[in-house]
C-alpha cells in the first residue's frame, strides 16, 4: 500500500476516461471513498501528473465536494510542508493542523493511507465546517450592513 495519497500518482494513468476506469479504480483504493453508511457520496483521485479528480456520486450532497476539497488541502499543505523542511511557516501551520487532528508529521510522513484515514476524515470534517462557517459570517455581515 502507498505511503500517502500523493504515492499513488505513480500507480495511477494520465487519465479515467471511463465509468469502468472508475469502478476499477474504486475497487483498486476503496480507502479514497468517502462513505455515509454504505452510499459513497465522493471521492478524491490523484493523477500521475500531480492535480486531483473529485468525483461525485448519485448520493452526493452539497458537503461531499466541500468535503472532498478538505482532503485536497490537507495533503497538499502537509506534503508541501514535508517538502519544504526549511519554510518555518508551512511547517508550523501543517504541525498545527495535524496536532489538531492528534497526530504530528513525522507520524504522517511514516503512515499509510489507512493509518492517516482518521485523521483526513476529521480535517476534511472541520475544512467543510469551516466553510459553513465563513458562510454564516457573510450572510449576517451582508444583513447587517445592508
Not at 22 to 29: A, C, G, H, N
Not at 86 to 98: E, G, H, M, T, V
Request: charged share 25%.
Amino acid at each position: 500500500m502507498p505511503k500517502s495519497y500523493g504515492d499513488h500518482r505513480r500507480l495511477l494513468d494520465n487519465s479515467i476516461a471511463t465509468e469502468r476506469d472508475l469502478v476499477k479504480r474504486k475497487l483498486e483504493y476503496p480507502e479514497l471513498y468517502q462513505k455515509q453508511g454504505e452510499k459513497t457520496k465522493g471521492a478524491i483521485l490523484p493523477q500521475a501528473d500531480g492535480s486531483y479528480i473529485i468525483s461525485l456520486f448519485k448520493h452526493a450532497d452539497a458537503s461531499t465536494v466541500i468535503h472532498e476539497t478538505g482532503h485536497y488541502f490537507v495533503e497538499t499543505l502537509v506534503e508541501e510542508a514535508l517538502a519544504n523542511p526549511d519554510n518555518k511557516q508551512l511547517n508550523n501551520d501543517a504541525r498545527i493542523l495535524l496536532e489538531y487532528a492528534g497526530t504530528n508529521l513525522e507520524a504522517w510522513r511514516n503512515w499509510d493511507v489507512d493509518s492517516k484515514r482518521p485523521a483526513h476524515e476529521i480535517l476534511a470534517n472541520a475544512f467543510e465546517t469551516l466553510v459553513y462557517i465563513f458562510c454564516i459570517y457573510k450572510n449576517i455581515v451582508i444583513m447587517v450592513i445592508g
